[in-house]
């Protein structure tokens, strides 16, 4: 599954911080569970408000790993 459209410049700067300071990177979608994801914003010390706009943004890539 391939997105047509380009990456905004707020969702890269999300998913390249995720990539660079969050241990969740470093693992495949199918080993992330709800312990990592709860307490993947404490990794990148967060508001629950940023908390949740990150998620969304890991959200796109949940949606694609599986078939990828």
């Known amino acids: 599954m391939e997105s047509r459209r380009a ?3 707020t969702k890269a700067k999300v998913l390249t911080r995720i990539q660079r300071e969050a241990p969740i990177a470093a693992m495949r979608c199918s080993a992330i569970g709800s312990k990592e ?3 993947f914003p404490g ?7 940023t908390a949740g706009n990150y998620f969304a943004h890991l959200a796109a890539v949940f949606k694609v790993a599986p078939p990828a």
């Open 7 to 9: 990456i905004g410049k």
């Open 37 to 39: 994801l709860i307490e």
């Open 43 to 49: 990794w990148l010390k967060v508001t629950p408000q």
